[in-house]
């Protein structure tokens, strides 16, 4: 197969003149999504004999500089042409899906136009009945057709006014339509125009490749947790935003983790070079030569956001959420349609079914209240960190955020509040003293003490969370005792933060309590004292 890059051939014959030839069929077979854009895979099919291959209304936003064509073995291809044409020198490019929507209705509101005029001819006639000036009509037999000629007025009024409604339906289902196929008519003012110069003595299709920018996808997630099981099922999903100015129907797509514009390489270092410093001259005071250039950076700005603008605003994503992890490719097994324009279509890319360890997680400091937490193995592969959806027990709980490439060992969930676990904090017990032979060091007495009450009808798994003051000066000195005895005293390897996991049977109350000394030289001021 031959690969011909465009720019070998754009520079062999950068304007070549080519005799009015026949459009090619081609169509867009598959699509690599990236962070921030998208390659595309046009192939279109020449004849034998042909002497050059014309893709007519190509967007123009995609990048001529990455434009590729790969032929197979027998096809010589020549040099390419790529003009770009505005709307209104190609009137037939414009006939897209939407357009194609508002000719449909325009018709129908034709139609009901047509009908509501004939239905006012009707009346106009019947109104000449009742005032006499219709002359072709008979006196005699006028009373025998009143009612007739009621009812059927009565029947063109309601007609009419049912018209008018249908009208009114029609008109609001235009106007967003128009709007939105006049805001795509300015953001995409121009068409391109391929040639290719090539010979081959059989049917051939050609593979052309190239980059459009306006495209991104961002992953995304959905969590289910049954709480009863422990079963976890992490499903991928992806959010694919396109406004490349073309249509993708029917193709192969393909996302990846990889970041194309990312940083491939370094420059050579610089030496290190020692000098005697000159001094400079004073700044100039502020006057016109400064304003007119603050003028122009101003002029400059609002141009490059007119422009931005103009091509449409494009979903964002956040390319953060793929640094740390290993470029990894997803393959959609069945084709797709994602229109240019689509905000966000959410495509599912399978799910990961996980063993969990479900917690109700107590933090008496934060909240009075204990929340669900799904504790399990990270799953294997690359999960760039994104929105999930939390699902519980097939109830929807909230959104979160999934960050597997964290230091942590496991993977946490928080699934809600648990409002069958009653959490009661009691007063805290505060006092302070002075120690020692003269009163030299200040003591400050803490005491806390909590009761948790389970009731659900079956056991839970508790974690009981406490904030210990911890020193951090050899002259503050911290003395504390618990009950129960904690599992640590520094959980996740932070000194201070006390943990309690015990199971809680149903109905069963556990009490728990925590009493602090602090003592400090008498004179010193002891921050973070509550």
């Not at 020198?89 to 018709?107: A, F, I, S, T």
């Not at 956001?305 to 964002?316: C, F, H, R, W």
Request: proline letters at 6%; a neutral charge; aromatic letters at 4%.
């Amino acid at each position: 197969m031959r690969h011909v890059p465009f720019r070998w051939l754009a520079a062999c014959v950068p304007a070549l003149a080519l005799p009015a030839l026949a459009t090619a069929q081609s169509r867009i077979d598959e699509v690599l999504v990236y962070p921030g854009g998208a390659q595309v895979t046009r192939l279109a099919t020449v004849a034998a004999g042909a002497k050059a291959l014309v893709l007519n209304c190509l967007t123009a936003r995609f990048d001529p500089d990455s434009l590729q064509i790969d032929a197979p073995a027998g096809v010589n291809l020549g040099p390419v042409q790529v003009e770009t044409l505005p709307r209104e020198r190609v009137p037939d490019c414009g006939n897209g899906p939407l357009d194609e929507q508002v000719r449909k209705l325009e018709v129908q509101r034709d139609l009901l136009s047509a009908e509501a005029s004939a239905l006012e001819t009707s009346l106009g006639y019947l109104k000449a009945l009742g005032s006499g000036e219709a002359r072709s009509t008979p006196a005699t037999g006028i009373a025998a057709t009143a009612d007739s000629i009621r009812k059927a007025a009565q029947e063109a009024v309601l007609k009419q006014l049912q018209l008018q409604r249908q009208l009114a339906d029609l008109d609001k289902q235009l106007a967003p339509l128009k709007g939105e196929r006049d805001r795509m008519t300015a953001a995409n003012p121009q068409w391109r125009s391929l040639r290719v110069r090539l010979s081959t003595a059989r049917d051939v299709e050609l593979k052309l490749n190239y980059r459009v920018t306006q495209a991104g996808w961002a992953p995304s997630y959905r969590a289910l947790l049954d709480t009863a099981s422990g079963a976890l099922n992490l499903e991928r999903l992806a959010q694919v935003s396109q406004q490349s100015g073309e249509d993708w129907k029917n193709v192969r797509l393909r996302l990846s983790t990889a970041q194309v514009a990312q940083k491939v390489g370094q420059g050579l270092p610089r030496p290190w070079q020692l000098d005697l410093a000159v001094p400079r001259p004073p700044a100039p005071a502020l006057g016109v030569a400064n304003e007119v250039v603050v003028t122009g950076q101003r002029a400059a700005l609002v141009s490059r956001l007119a422009a931005e603008d103009a091509v449409g605003k494009l979903e964002s994503f956040d390319l953060g959420v793929f640094e740390g992890s290993h470029a990894t490719e997803f393959v959609l097994p069945l084709r797709v349609n994602i229109d240019s324009g689509t905000q966000r279509a959410s495509l599912t890319l399978g799910s990961e079914k996980l063993q969990a360890k479900v917690l109700a997680r107590v933090q008496p400091q934060t909240e009075a209240a204990a929340y669900l937490v799904a504790d399990a193995a990270k799953p294997a592969g690359a999960w760039p960190r994104g929105t999930v959806q939390l699902v519980r027990d097939g109830a929807l709980v909230g959104n979160s955020t999934l960050n597997v490439a964290t230091g942590e060992e496991r993977l946490e969930l928080p699934f809600g509040r648990d409002d069958a676990v009653r959490v009661q904090i009691e007063p805290e017990q505060r006092n302070a003293a002075n120690t020692g032979f003269i009163g030299a060091r200040a003591e400050h007495r803490y005491g806390r003490a909590w009761v948790v009450e389970n009731r659900h009808t079956s056991a839970v798994t508790l974690q009981f969370i406490e904030t210990a003051p911890v020193s951090q000066h050899e002259d503050i000195k911290v003395q504390a005792q618990f009950s129960p005895a904690p599992t640590t005293q520094a959980w996740r390897k932070q000194p201070g933060l006390v943990l309690w996991e015990l199971p809680l049977a149903a109905g069963q109350s556990q009490r728990f309590t925590a009493e602090y000394v602090v003592s400090a030289p008498k004179e010193a001021q002891v921050t973070g004292l509550r």
